[in-house]
């Protein structure tokens, strides 16, 4: 595959969890302009476009796009700001060895544009606050209107009273329980959504679909799949702890409406008041994953261990003599092939991970093949709180090395590689 063929690809979400969900943002269309020409974009539909435009023709780069609550705001402000000054002015300036399109050239300078600078973090703190005021105006006119009038989903009954009389009827007339009516906001989309399943004869739950109502009623009955279904993230925007973006605003804005929020607040209020301890508990302390299989150890040299022993794949051995940033390249390429259920030396296609694991011992494929790794597309990382990347060192240095200023300088490369850079080259 050429290089012009390569497309760019954004982070995904290791399976553990993750300390700032996605800020939701609205669905209504909003032109925008370039941060740095008068190239126009339709947001949020041709988000994916403008970031890769910036990337590729003013190699710029948006840290954490996914945290920022009004994006054409926020592009509005910067355009203004890079009026009066240039991007190496606001911007961290890294070198890479390939120009965008993947052409090989020596320090090649791009742009992280990222909530380090005081100024960048104050506006993107300003425009989730906003965004949260408003959506506690929403979540209140919810709670107090008393002229919501909806069919019920089960029966003929019709509610002309508050949202959470309505829910309260589906489940103590239907058993039909989605969330205490306080946690949820944009009752009214939830509800159509809802019945437009119901409709089109489709189980709310496993999502399956009947060929009458009552074959689909029957199911739900028996099956007590009369719930949401967990694992569809397109219920996750009517839930009003989606929206919390940071510490700072959970307290303050969301504490009156949540039961976990509470729960959290008690336990905060029974440990050290030290504001660097306030917020830890156990079970926050992250975990490091393994490169082939979803296990997970506290220690690194525990995951390395466990690499070598169950599959039989020593990275060490593996990365020998390699420098850093190769390094980060192989894991981002065994990441991908893993999760595409890839051969990592000959691309060969699997169902499923069993077969591809016992494919690749039988042929010896644990052999890496340079021309497929080394590729600038895979400075990007394949999910993006990967936090393997964080312990790859230079085989000649100690990441706990006592020279202060290479510490500094391999924390800030790794953060910037394995966070920030990657949220705004995306692809399908």
């Not at 390569?6 to 302009?33: I, R, Y």
């Not at 988000?47 to 023709?57: A, Y």
């Not at 090989?104 to 990222?114: A, H, Q, R, T, V």
Request: hydrophobic share 30%; aromatic share 12%; glycine share 2%.
């Amino acid at each position: 595959m050429s290089t012009t063929d390569k497309q760019f690809f954004g982070p995904l979400t290791l399976h553990q969890k993750v300390d700032k969900p996605s800020v939701f943002k609205n669905d209504d269309p909003v032109e925008s302009v370039c941060l740095l020409c008068d190239e126009k974009y339709i947001l949020p539909t041709s988000e994916k476009d403008l970031l890769t435009h910036l990337f590729m023709k003013h190699r710029l780069v948006i840290a954490d796009v996914n945290q920022i609550a009004d994006l054409p705001n926020y592009i509005n402000f910067w355009k203004s700001r890079f009026k009066d000054q240039n991007l190496p002015f606001f911007c961290t300036t890294m070198l890479l060895d390939n120009k965008p399109d993947g052409t090989k050239s020596k320090n090649e300078e791009y742009y992280l544009l990222s909530d380090v600078l005081p100024e960048d973090k104050e506006i993107r703190s300003n425009l989730r606050q906003s965004k949260l005021e408003k959506l506690l105006e929403r979540h209140a006119f919810e709670r107090e209107d008393r002229n919501y009038l909806k069919e019920c989903l089960f029966c003929r009954y019709i509610s002309n009273d508050t949202r959470a009389n309505y829910l309260n009827h589906l489940y103590e007339k239907h058993n039909f329980h989605i969330a205490k009516p306080d946690n949820l906001i944009f009752i009214d989309d939830l509800v159509d959504f809802l019945s437009t399943k119901l409709e089109g004869l489709q189980c709310i739950y496993c999502e399956g679909l009947f060929k009458d109502r009552t074959i689909l009623k029957e199911h739900m009955r028996k099956k007590g799949h009369k719930r949401i279904n967990p694992a569809n993230k397109d219920y996750d925007k009517f839930f009003l702890v989606n929206y919390i973006g940071d510490k700072q605003t959970k307290p303050k804005l969301c504490k009156p409406y949540t039961s976990k929020v509470q729960k959290q607040d008690d336990i905060d209020s029974n440990v050290d008041s030290d504001p660097e301890w306030s917020e830890w508990t156990e079970e926050d302390c992250p975990l490091i994953t393994c490169l082939l299989c979803e296990h997970t150890e506290n220690e690194y040299e525990n995951i390395l261990e466990h690499m070598k022993c169950l599959h039989e794949f020593s990275f060490t051995e593996t990365t020998n003599g390699m420098d850093f940033y190769h390094k980060v390249k192989i894991v981002n390429y065994i990441r991908r092939q893993i999760l595409l259920k890839q051969c990592l030396s000959c691309d060969t296609k699997f169902d499923d991970q069993k077969n591809l694991e016992k494919h690749i011992k039988e042929t010896n494929h644990w052999v890496l093949k340079k021309e497929k790794w080394d590729q600038p597309e895979y400075y990007f990382p394949t999910y993006e709180d990967d936090l393997f990347l964080c312990f790859i060192h230079d085989d000649d240095e100690s990441w706990w090395s006592s020279d202060e200023q290479e510490v500094n300088k391999r924390n800030s490369m790794s953060e910037s590689i394995s966070k920030e850079m990657a949220m705004a080259v995306l692809s399908d």
